[in-house]
């Protein structure tokens, strides 16, 4: 008896553990929750929880009462994405018609529409506070993005298209609450023109840029048919007419928009005409303009007249890099200008000053401005001494975009020029993929303005650009994701192909390879 009892004890302790340990046939795990799903870039906060909200054909997307054609867009993207990928083109109504017995899809800053602050207070979330920032809150039987402003609202709407999904039961969004703001300001692309890049330039400010939350557009339009050329222009140059309705586009999808003029080195689109060669500071090496030539501003001032009426930029880009890399600098006007320092300086300062009068502030690549020992490669000043000379004496509200290329560890030029009484610069980027990581990691701990993805796809800009420039296109993947996210996360790390998201965002290209 006394060995059964003792069995009996050490099999109910062995049942008792197995029991506790969760390992129990009769007491399975409980299923772990799914994990979030992918949304780039990559929200503050994004947490799910509970049963998917369902949509079907009587659910409607709920505006402001007295919505806009901007406050709109959001509602008019989700509308589009529905009706694209599931069938499902739902009503666009204002808040005072809304039926409150069907599913609500709402959209609005809470300060302006009374409905979505009254669902975010349901949920005891507060209104987002940042700039582009927004909230997604979703309940059992409605659904708020809640912007701070336009533009918060309008990423909202970026990230709900991302959360959308179907399964056997039809249309659904995850049960989510999304808490999201930009890491930096100011998030770029930068692009060249064509009488063919209109319909190309769409397509990325509406399939990519904005769908992946950048903000500002970069054009370089020197080879656009400007009236203050004349005939002087390539076949290929995209017409005003064009150049103003992408501008326009650009502005509706919430990104602004700078005009880009090379105005000192990288002049040849200019010198390469005879009619403008006398403008050339070495004649031999037709590359750069003289400063000391009172012809020079003659053509640039209309030029820059001309471009800001068809702009209304409040920041104009005047180039500035690379400008001793080919022919003599100084030459012509090395009487008045003895050193590239010298002439630099009083040139770009003469168009800053021409800028500033007109309201509008000056942009300016970084690198002549630095030394070789100051930043890794992409620094062209004369030496040291030439640089800090140079740094000390430009005007300091210049907005500086550093171009770091290289995937390297060191990023501190941005400081440099901040020691030097600038104030927080954009850093650039091109395709090196740890460069456009680690680069915009280093500008959000140091609070610079922003990113900006440059391009280097030929001149004339069109979707044929994707052929042989593809990782070029590619990197503005990676580019908002890290301007906007602020994520640690290496680029092989991702938990996505940014080719293949670039692919699925931009569609078929419309034209036949010659292979």
């Known amino acids: 008896m006394a060995i059964l009892v003792t069995r009996t004890i050490a099999a109910f302790l062995a049942l008792a553990a197995l029991l506790a340990s969760g390992r129990a046939e009769s007491a399975p795990a409980?299923?772990?929750?799914?994990?979030?799903?992918?949304v780039i870039p990559q929200p503050k906060r994004l947490m799910v929880q509970g049963p998917p909200l369902r949509l079907d054909a009587t659910a409607q997307l709920v505006v402001a009462d007295d919505a806009t054609a901007e406050d709109k867009l959001p509602a008019e993207t989700v509308r589009r994405e529905l009706a694209t990928r599931?069938?499902?083109?739902?009503?666009?109504?204002?808040?005072?018609?809304?039926?409150?017995?069907?599913?609500?899809?709402v959209f609005g800053e809470p300060r302006r529409m009374p409905l979505a602050a009254r669902l975010l207070r349901l949920t005891g979330t507060a209104a987002p506070s940042r700039p582009e920032g927004y909230a997604i809150q979703v309940g059992t039987s409605w659904l708020v993005v809640a912007g701070h402003d336009p533009a918060g609202t309008f990423y909202g709407a970026q990230t709900l298209c991302q959360l959308l999904g179907r399964d056997t039961g039809g249309a659904f969004v995850p049960a989510a609450q999304v808490d999201d703001y930009p890491t930096l300001p100011w998030r770029g692309a930068h692009l060249f023109l064509g009488?063919?890049?209109?319909?190309?330039?769409?397509?990325?400010?509406?399939?990519v840029f904005a769908r992946f939350k950048m903000n500002n557009l970069v054009l370089e339009c020197e080879q656009a048919k400007w009236d203050t050329l004349g005939p002087h222009v390539p076949a290929w140059a995209m017409p005003k007419s064009a150049l103003r309705r992408e501008v326009a586009f650009a502005r509706r999808y919430h990104m602004a928009v700078?005009?880009?003029?090379?105005?000192?080195?990288?002049?040849?689109?200019?010198?390469?005409d005879l009619a403008y060669r006398d403008l050339a500071e070495d004649p031999q090496t037709p590359y750069a303009v003289g400063p000391a030539n009172s012809q020079t501003y003659d053509l640039l001032f209309r030029l820059y007249d001309e471009v800001e009426d068809t702009f209304h930029a409040p920041v104009f880009c005047i180039g500035g890099d690379e400008v001793t890399e080919h022919g003599r600098y100084p030459f012509r006007s090395r009487g008045r200008y003895p050193t590239a320092a010298d002439a630099y300086v009083a040139h770009v300062t003469r168009l800053h000053n021409y800028l500033k009068a007109q309201g509008v502030r000056t942009m300016l690549w970084g690198d002549m401005l630095l030394a070789r020992g100051e930043a890794p490669g992409d620094a062209n000043a004369p030496s040291l001494a030439a640089a800090q000379w140079m740094r000390a004496r430009l005007p300091k509200d210049i907005l500086i975009a550093d171009w770091r290329y290289a995937g390297g560890d060191d990023f501190a030029s941005p400081q440099v020029f901040?020691?030097?009484?600038?104030?927080?610069?954009?850093?650039?980027?091109?395709?090196?993929?740890?460069a456009?990581?680690?680069?915009?990691?280093?500008?959000a701990a140091t609070h610079q303005e922003g990113l900006l993805q440059t391009t280097w796809a030929g001149y004339n800009s069109s979707e044929k650009a994707l052929l042989q420039y593809?990782?070029?296109?590619?990197?503005?993947?990676?580019?908002?994701?890290?301007a906007w996210s602020g994520r640690a996360t290496p680029p092989e790390q991702l938990p996505y192909?940014?080719?293949?998201?670039?692919?699925a965002a931009y569609g078929t290209p419309n034209f036949t390879p010659n292979f």
């Open 30 to 38: 409980s299923p772990a929750p799914p994990p979030p799903p992918l």
């Open 86 to 105: 599931f069938g499902l083109p739902l009503p666009i109504v204002r808040a005072a018609r809304a039926n409150p017995a069907a599913v609500r899809v």
């Open 470 to 482: 593809r990782r070029q296109f590619v990197a503005f993947i990676l580019a908002a994701e890290y």
């Open 195 to 207: 009488n063919e890049a209109l319909p190309f330039h769409e397509k990325l400010i509406a399939r």
């Open 497 to 503: 192909d940014p080719d293949r998201v670039f692919t």
């Open 436 to 443: 456009i990581a680690r680069f915009a990691q280093s500008l």
């Open 258 to 272: 700078t005009p880009l003029v090379e105005s000192v080195g990288h002049m040849q689109w200019l010198l390469h």
């Open 418 to 434: 901040q020691s030097a009484g600038f104030g927080p610069v954009l850093g650039a980027t091109f395709y090196d993929t740890r």
